[in-house]
């Protein structure tokens, strides 16, 4: 295995041999740097580099802090301060016009030459931090989540939602700030497979299949926004992949059919889990085309995770009943950095093991008849439209039901101070128009009158942002009309 590809991108390749000799000597520059037992900056795109960067963090005895080149000075500033941060990787390439106020190693100058004797790698304990990773906070100010290297093990090993031998080769697609990226490269890693780095200008061009194809990538992750539309403007590229990973929002059934017929043999994983659970907790894995059903539920608990639906007083919830998905076990992260009290609110006591800590999702889910979970949406996204308490993802997937509606977003907004009216953004399927009258019907037979969009707005795509999710803050203002008598004002 020493000998065996690690991971290699279209410039460089390491064999795991190489990439622990670099590591190490980079871990030892860290150690030397005062690093040791700290949090650690790594301001790197994605390459070969960048993986010698993070696990030389692990070795040091450290933990990472993925920064992203593309953030303004000021939010790196502001994480950097967040999480205690006096050392930063990076390059000369990504080194910002200003001064971050730390001590940085430039690793494209410094020289890693390993000092006389053996390097004896600090000690570190399964729940010792491993990385932060930044989720948006209500208050304006980042969440810093610390996950522990147990986690990553956990995420990593022994999963049986899909093939991670060393004969596999994965993609790593996602941003290092992004933690799905925790999937790709320790999925890869502590299992011996290849790790394919993928280009930074990949996203948005027309080189996915040809790469896909050179490195003969066989698994990868993509979120549901760039899953839907990589099967809609070039699913031909996606062929050399046999297992298929996706999420981070509700996959549409007709999209994963799609993929399914066109690579017969192919998996199609629905992934869900919260970056405060370490990448994935729960999975639906799906190989045959009649299997799809609609909505694709987001499956059964992942091994070392356990799964509670709880009412809102914080009891288990009846059978049938939906309710908030609080999950434990081993992937549940440490917390969150420097913020007790928000920690303590969403880590809280399991039901039945005190002992034992669960996250709190926010996300409202109700357990089908066939013992799969089923995602009903965020309850924060519960918006109150005409006096109804109403969830988006219920109107978007009835949208999707459409044969001439490929893809849809709900979004509700103010027609006027105090009015709030649903706002449907769709992409149409090949070839067809929209007609709004006949929609309104479809819509009408199923669902109740406060749940039909006022306005609908056709896209060519929806806009995503830099993560592979829907950009929601860039979705068009609609032009508001005088609502017409089937709406009345309440």
Request: with cysteine; aromatic share 6%.
């Given at each position: 295995?020493?000998?065996?590809?690690?991971?290699?991108?279209?410039?460089?390749?390491?064999?795991?041999?190489?990439?622990?000799?670099?590591?190490?000597?980079?871990?030892?520059?860290?150690?030397?740097?005062?690093?040791?037992?700290?949090?650690?900056?790594?301001?790197?795109?994605?390459?070969?580099?960048?993986?010698?960067?993070?696990?030389?963090?692990?070795?040091?005895?450290?933990?990472?802090?993925?920064?992203?080149?593309?953030?303004?000075?000021?939010?790196?500033?502001?994480?950097?301060?967040?999480?205690?941060?006096?050392?930063?990787?990076?390059?000369?390439?990504?080194?910002?016009?200003?001064?971050?106020?730390?001590?940085?190693?430039?690793?494209?100058?410094?020289?890693?030459?390993?000092?006389?004797?053996?390097?004896?790698?600090?000690?570190?304990?399964?729940?010792?931090?491993?990385?932060?990773?930044?989720?948006s906070g209500t208050t304006g100010r980042p969440k810093a989540v610390v996950v522990s290297?147990?986690?990553?093990?956990?995420?990593?090993?022994?999963?049986?939602?899909?093939?991670?031998?060393?004969?596999?080769?994965?993609?790593?697609?996602a941003p290092i700030s992004f933690d799905a990226s925790t999937f790709e490269i320790w999925?890869?890693?502590?299992?011996?497979?290849?790790?394919?780095?993928?280009?930074?200008?990949?996203?948005?061009?027309?080189?996915?299949?040809?790469?896909?194809?050179?490195?003969?990538?066989?698994?990868?992750?993509?979120?549901?926004?760039?899953?839907?539309?990589?099967?809609?403007?070039?699913?031909?590229?996606?062929?050399?992949?046999?297992?298929?990973?996706?999420?981070?929002?509700?996959?549409?059934?007709?999209?994963?059919?799609?993929?399914?017929?066109?690579?017969?043999?192919?998996?199609?994983?629905?992934?869900?889990?919260?970056?405060?659970?370490?990448?994935?907790?729960?999975?639906?894995?799906?190989?045959?085309?009649?299997?799809?059903?609609?909505?694709?539920?987001?499956?059964?608990?992942?091994?070392?995770?356990?799964?509670?639906?709880?009412?809102?007083?914080?009891?288990?919830?009846?059978?049938?009943?939906?309710?908030?998905?609080?999950?434990?076990?081993?992937?549940?992260?440490?917390?969150?950095?420097?913020?007790?009290?928000?920690?303590?609110?969403?880590?809280?006591?399991?039901?039945?093991?005190?002992?034992?800590?669960?996250?709190?999702?926010?996300?409202?889910?109700?357990?089908?008849?066939?013992?799969?979970?089923?995602?009903?949406?965020?309850?924060?996204?519960?918006v109150k439209v005409r006096g109804y308490r109403i969830e988006p993802a219920e109107v978007?997937?009835?949208?999707?039901?459409?044969?001439?509606?490929?893809?849809?977003?709900?979004?509700?907004?103010?027609?006027?101070?105090?009015?709030?009216?649903?706002?449907?953004?769709?992409?149409?399927?090949?070839?067809?128009?929209?007609?709004?009258?006949?929609?309104?019907?479809?819509?009408?037979?199923?669902?109740?009158?406060?749940?039909?969009?006022?306005?609908?707005?056709?896209?060519?795509?929806?806009?995503?942002?830099?993560?592979?999710?829907?950009?929601?803050?860039?979705?068009?203002?609609?032009?508001?009309?005088?609502?017409?008598?089937?709406?009345?004002?309440?």
């Open positions: 295995m020493p000998g065996a590809v690690a991971v290699e991108d279209d410039e460089d390749c390491l064999t795991y041999a190489e990439l622990d000799q670099r590591a190490t000597e980079l871990a030892r520059l860290i150690v030397d740097r005062g690093g040791q037992g700290g949090f650690i900056g790594v301001l790197l795109g994605r390459s070969t580099r960048t993986i010698v960067a993070l696990l030389a963090v692990l070795k040091a005895g450290a933990a990472y802090v993925p920064l992203d080149p593309a953030y303004p000075q000021a939010r790196l500033l502001g994480l950097i301060e967040q999480c205690g941060t006096t050392l930063v990787l990076t390059t000369a390439a990504h080194d910002p016009a200003g001064d971050l106020g730390v001590d940085l190693i430039l690793l494209d100058e410094e020289r890693h030459v390993a000092a006389a004797g053996p390097f004896a790698e600090p000690e570190r304990r399964p729940s010792d931090p491993a990385y932060v990773m930044f989720t290297h147990h986690n990553i093990v956990n995420l990593a090993t022994g999963a049986d939602y899909v093939d991670l031998s060393p004969a596999r080769t994965l993609l790593q697609f999925g890869a890693l502590l299992n011996g497979a290849k790790l394919v780095v993928a280009p930074e200008d990949l996203l948005g061009s027309d080189r996915i299949g040809e790469m896909l194809a050179h490195h003969k990538v066989d698994t990868m992750w993509l979120t549901s926004a760039l899953f839907h539309r990589i099967v809609d403007t070039d699913l031909p590229a996606l062929e050399p992949v046999t297992q298929l990973l996706a999420g981070g929002d509700v996959l549409s059934a007709d999209h994963v059919r799609r993929a399914l017929a066109a690579v017969p043999g192919r998996a199609v994983v629905n992934g869900y889990g919260p970056t405060e659970t370490t990448t994935f907790a729960c999975c639906h894995r799906v190989s045959a085309v009649e299997d799809v059903g609609h909505p694709v539920p987001i499956g059964r608990a992942i091994p070392g995770a356990r799964l509670w639906i709880m009412t809102e007083e914080g009891v288990p919830a009846p059978p049938g009943e939906a309710g908030e998905l609080w999950i434990a076990g081993d992937g549940v992260s440490l917390g969150y950095l420097g913020d007790p009290d928000e920690s303590s609110r969403r880590f809280v006591p399991e039901p039945g093991r005190p002992d034992s800590r669960a996250y709190r999702s926010g996300d409202l889910v109700l357990l089908r008849g066939d013992g799969l979970l089923e995602f009903l949406g965020r309850i924060d996204d519960q978007e997937a009835a949208l999707v039901e459409q044969p001439t509606i490929r893809r849809a977003v709900v979004t509700a907004q103010e027609f006027r101070p105090g009015d709030k009216r649903l706002v449907a953004y769709l992409v149409l399927s090949p070839g067809a128009d929209l007609r709004v009258p006949q929609l309104r019907r479809a819509l009408s037979a199923r669902l109740p009158s406060y749940l039909v969009p006022a306005r609908y707005v056709v896209l060519d795509d929806l806009p995503i942002t830099r993560n592979g999710k829907v950009d929601r803050r860039a979705l068009p203002v609609p032009e508001w009309m005088a609502p017409t008598p089937r709406e009345p004002l309440r």
